[in-house]
């Protein structure tokens, strides 16, 4: 069965420096892979996705991730971190049952990063 | 694109009442899905449909839940017999199936609380 996990519950970096938020999965066949942000009291905003292509993705408001094939993870970056980047962030993976893509996604629980001044 | 619309934004109710929701998606999106989030958890799904169709139903959807998408635009989710632990956000999303793939847009979901 397809999942994914988050390992850290929360992530505390001071504003400059870079951040990481971890993410390991486990599929069978390739992985549609996904980060989504959720700020309090809102619906998840979507960063950034892996298809296929370079191991290095670049999404939205200065985020990127790495995919890794072999230590099956994603995890997701950003060089310099703003306290406005203090939210909950959550990885996802895409589900196929056999040839059925239904597009549907399974999310990790989620890792809260907090960006100190 | 005026994004994913939920209503209402919040709705407190009785243990025993029924509710319902609506969801309105992105006007060219053909694939809706219900997902449910509690605190502190990432959000699990709950159905999905393609225009229509309801395709998929998960093993969370008791007999109690009931969702809808008559005319393949706007869906409702109702709650039969509310419980307390049905207290949750309900999010739903859209997305376009189409040539590549196509990301989950959410909207703000709806905040039950049963008391």
């Known amino acids: 069965a397809q999942s994914v996990a988050q390992p850290e519950d929360q992530v505390n970096v001071a504003e400059g420096n870079p951040l990481t938020v971890k993410c390991t999965y486990s599929?069978?066949?390739?992985?549609?892979l996904f980060w989504y942000v959720q700020y309090p009291n809102r619906g998840l905003q979507f960063l950034l996705k892996?298809?296929?292509?370079?191991?290095l993705v670049k999404g939205s408001y200065g985020f990127e991730a790495e995919f890794n094939k072999s230590q099956t993870s994603f995890h997701l970056k950003k060089p310099s971190a703003l306290v406005s980047d203090s939210a909950l962030y959550f990885c996802?993976?895409?589900?196929?049952?056999?040839?059925?893509?239904?597009?549907?996604?399974?999310f990790g629980q989620g890792t809260t990063l907090q960006v100190k001044p | 694109d005026t994004g994913v619309s939920q209503n209402p934004r919040h709705k407190i109710t009785k243990r025993g009442q029924n509710v319902t929701f609506r969801c309105d998606p992105i006007?060219?999106?053909?694939?809706l899905y219900w997902y449910r989030q509690t605190l502190g958890q990432g959000p699990e799904f709950l159905t999905y449909f393609q225009n229509e169709a309801q395709l998929e139903k998960s093993r969370l959807l008791s007999d109690r839940f009931s969702a809808e998408r008559p005319k393949g635009s706007f869906s409702t989710l109702e709650i039969q017999r509310t419980e307390q632990g049905d207290s949750a956000m309900y999010l739903c999303a859209s997305s376009f199936r189409g040539a590549g793939y196509s990301p989950l847009h959410f909207g703000n979901g709806t905040r039950l609380t049963v008391t």
């Open positions: 006007s060219e999106h053909n694939r």
């Open positions: 892996y298809i296929t292509g370079d191991n």
């Open positions: 996802a993976v895409r589900v196929l049952h056999g040839s059925s893509n239904t597009g549907k996604l399974i």
């Open positions: 599929v069978s066949g390739n992985p549609y």
